[in-house]
């Protein structure tokens, strides 16, 4: 499992094959959810072409109430994944899938259908998939924080947090409401 761990701490090329895996997960989430399902989208890097991330496949998932999702934990774990609540974000309900050799690893990211991190999200992934120099930019920060083989420096996140938050309001500000 350090290999795994390890292996989630190191950003590699983008691979295609990461929205088809995205896509077959959120379908068995979906079969298993049903109606308290609102909708399923693929987030975070893994979701930019062309950019390098993580191997870990971001979903974020409109639900219809927290209250029925958090009533679905046996269905989470049966399908893999680690229960963390809110994971210190109100309104959210956060999952996670280890990666195997085979696979890489899953974030799920649960929110009331309409609420304003389902917008701050996929306001993110649409600006940085209309505007490829922004993801670029992005892109180069990955890089500048991590060493010549992806391994990312021990502040990783709070290092690029400034810059997502600034890109993220922007976003919104450019779709204003559209997303």
């Avoid at 997960?25 to 693929?42: K, T, V």
């Avoid at 979903?59 to 958090?70: C, K, Q």
């Avoid at 947090?161 to 559209?178: I, N, Q, R, T, Y």
Wanted: charged share 20%; hydrophobic share 40%; aromatic share 10%.
């Amino acid at each position: 499992m350090a290999d795994m761990n390890a292996h989630m701490k190191r950003i590699v090329a983008y691979n295609p094959l990461w929205t088809k895996l995205f896509s077959v997960e959120a379908g068995c989430l979906s079969d298993r959810l049903g109606p308290i399902l609102i909708g399923s989208h693929h987030i975070g890097s893994t979701a930019i072409p062309n950019l390098p991330a993580k191997p870990i496949i971001d979903i974020l998932l409109e639900v219809e109430t927290l209250s029925l999702l958090d009533a679905q934990d046996s269905t989470f774990a049966s399908c893999g994944y680690d229960i963390r609540g809110a994971y210190g974000i109100e309104g959210r309900r956060y999952f996670n899938k280890r990666p195997t050799v085979e696979m890489p690893g899953f974030h799920v990211h649960a929110y009331k259908a309409g609420s304003y991190q389902v917008h701050r999200h996929l306001a993110f992934r649409n600006y940085l998939r209309l505007k490829p120099d922004i993801a670029t930019e992005y892109a180069d920060i990955k890089r500048s924080l991590s060493d010549s083989k992806g391994i990312l420096t021990p502040d990783y996140q709070a290092a690029k947090k400034p810059w997502v938050d600034a890109m993220s309001l922007e976003a919104l500000s450019h779709f204003s409401g559209e997303v």
